[in-house]
Structure formats: structure tokens, C-alpha cells
């Protein structure tokens, strides 16, 4: 396996394992992503997904003989595009939080896959760039529509323009990363933010997602009800964890989650 899919504490960790190739992307890998994403959403006391690389590298995108058959064969390109495409929106569309945590080298389509991730993580010693104008390619992997959406129509335009490799502070300074710490202490790191989660129940970390993604995209009045809606679902289910929560604090007790 390319891909490797563990879950302890409640926490699913996804790592790439091909350290030799910096963990670049096959048509197995990207089945393999499409079935550890379908496994963990289909994990209900879950509360959030990490994605980790092994090696030097977080991930480089397309594998060099994928892209040597793609530039061949335009018509194969473009199938691949649309399958690492689709499972790049299976990653956004899950109801638990995603966490990137990019331990080192990551560009094009390992930037493409940080960028569907909710928060990133990354060594002080990761390099992240889109790199792909350098080899006279536009982005195919979402970039150029996900990049602005992230943080900014100048900076993003810059970016990738540019193909200017950015160092996890500047990725901080971007908006691009919310933390940096070294990376042999990265891993504790990601924990302390997973212990911030793991405190809470997966059924309202999945409602306050699944309501920021449903209203993203939305008129702010629209969006405010998304809200309401998503909150009086969660209030209203059979297991209550809202109901429980509040109880708890008002009886000065630990909350028993479902």
C-alpha cells in the first residue's frame, strides 16, 4: 500500500509511503486516498483527519511516469485530472476537520491536496510552493480556484505566477499554514491541537463544518440560516450532545459525549 489509513483516539492518521518517490501520486495512490476517505467518513466517533507524508516530502503531486503518459495522451490527462479532482472534494466534503501536516518538500498537487485540507501544520523545515508555471504548466489540481479562496486574488495570483517556493513561515505570513513548529517536534504539535478536538464531540465539530461549508458560498442572510438550521439539527438528533453539554455545565460536571 501506497497509502496507509490508522485510527486511535478517535483520530484518523493518513500517510503517504513512498518516501523514495517523495511520495508523488499514481493512479493507486489517488484509489487508495478515494478509499481512506470513503472509510473515514464512514467512522462516526471520529473527530478529525490528519494527512502526513513520510520521508522528506509531504507529497510532490503527479508522479513522473503518470505525467510522461499524461503530456502523451491528453485525453488520459484529463481522466486523471477528474479522478484526483473528485477526490480532492471527497477531502473538503468530509464532515470531520482535516488536518495537513506537511513535514516537508510540498508542491503542485501535494500543494493542491494541503490547500482542500481545513487547517495545516508544518515544519519549520518544509518548503511549499505551486511550482507549476516553472515547467511551463498551468495548475490542474485546483490551484487557480482554490489558492484565491484561501487567501487572496493578489497574493494567490503572485504565488502561482511566480512559482515562487515559500518557507513554512512565509506560508504562515500567507494565510497558507496556521502553525509552525520543528519538525521533529511536529508531530507533538499536531497532537496539542488534536487533543483541543478530541475534547470535544465529533457530532458538533462535523455541524459547525458541515454549516461553514454549506454557507460559504452562500449571501450572508442565506448563510445565517444555514446555521440555524444546522443547529437545530444538531439540538434536535436522538443523541443530543448540545442538550448533554448543557446539562453538564449547568450541573458542574464532566460532559458524557456520545
Not at 505525467?67 to 479532482?85: A, T, V
Not at 517536534?185 to 497532537?191: D, R
Request: proline share 3%.
Amino acid at each position: 500500500m501506497s497509502v496507509n489509513l490508522t485510527i486511535r483516539d478517535r483520530v484518523a492518521y493518513l500517510s503517504f509511503d513512498r518516501p523514495e518517490q517523495l511520495n508523488s501520486i499514481t493512479e493507486d495512490v489517488i484509489d487508495e486516498l478515494a478509499g481512506a476517505i470513503a472509510e473515514v467518513a464512514g467512522a462516526s466517533t471520529v473527530v478529525a483527519l490528519v494527512i502526513q507524508g513520510t520521508g522528506s516530502a509531504f507529497c510532490v503531486g503527479l508522479d513522473i511516469d503518470l505525467l510522461d503518459r499524461g503530456f502523451d495522451d491528453p485525453d488520459y490527462f484529463k481522466s486523471i485530472l477528474h479522478r484526483f479532482g473528485h477526490v480532492l472534494r471527497d477531502l473538503e466534503a468530509l464532515d470531520v476537520p482535516v488536518i495537513a501536516a506537511v513535514n516537508g518538500i510540498t508542491r503542485a498537487g501535494g500543494m493542491e491536496l494541503m490547500l482542500a485540507s481545513d487547517l495545516v501544520v508544518a515544519a519549520e523545515e518544509a518548503k511549499i510552493g505551486d511550482v507549476h508555471t516553472s515547467f511551463g504548466v498551468m495548475p490542474g489540481g485546483g490551484s487557480t480556484q482554490r489558492l484565491p479562496r484561501k487567501i487572496g486574488d493578489q497574493k494567490a495570483k503572485e504565488l502561482i505566477l511566480t512559482a515562487r517556493w515559500l518557507s513554512a513561515v512565509e506560508a504562515q505570513a500567507y494565510g497558507l499554514v496556521l502553525s509552525v513548529a520543528p519538525l521533529q517536534e511536529l508531530a507533538a504539535h499536531t497532537e496539542e491541537l488534536l487533543d483541543e478536538l478530541r475534547l470535544k464531540p465529533a457530532s458538533v465539530l462535523r455541524a459547525v463544518k458541515r454549516a461553514m461549508r454549506r454557507g460559504a458560498d452562500l449571501p450572508l442572510d442565506e448563510a445565517l440560516d444555514v446555521e440555524i438550521d444546522e443547529f437545530l439539527q444538531h439540538l434536535t438528533a436522538e443523541s443530543s450532545d448540545s442538550r448533554e453539554g448543557f446539562r453538564a455545565f449547568r450541573e458542574g460536571r464532566a460532559p458524557n459525549w456520545h
